[in-house]
């Protein structure tokens, strides 16, 4: 048995979801950081799959893994790109300060300028 964890696993989840799409935050549409993190992308030209954990029936299981996946709380906001965690806040600001965040959303074909 290659996958033992059942269909309802948070983080099965958050896996699937972040796969299916070039670049997938997870948020919670009150935090004003998720905002922040959302406005950043669309302004570089990105449109970001958001999944709203607030808004989501099993939300708070998935915040639950991402606190986990992270190892740091708040949960919020969680960004993927290319099916690959960045991370939090703090390492997508780092990522775009010290210019690799562009070549990543170029890779994971998010941005083609």
């Known amino acids: 048995m290659a996958r033992t964890a ?22 919670i549409s009150s935090c004003c950081m998720c905002h922040a993190i959302k406005r950043l992308f669309c302004g570089m ?34 960004v993927f790109i290319g099916g690959k965690l960045v991370g939090a806040m703090d390492r997508v600001m780092a990522s775009h300060i010290n210019g690799t965040l562009v070549p990543l959303l170029k890779e994971a074909g998010a941005l083609w300028l």
């Open 45 to 78: 030209g990105v449109n970001p799959t958001v999944y709203e954990l607030d808004e989501d029936p099993r939300g708070k299981d998935m915040e639950k893994a991402l606190m986990r996946l992270l190892g740091t709380s708040p949960a919020v906001p969680v």
């Open 6 to 27: 059942s269909v309802g696993d948070p983080l099965e989840r958050i896996e699937r979801l972040a796969s299916e799409n070039a670049v997938v935050i997870f948020s």
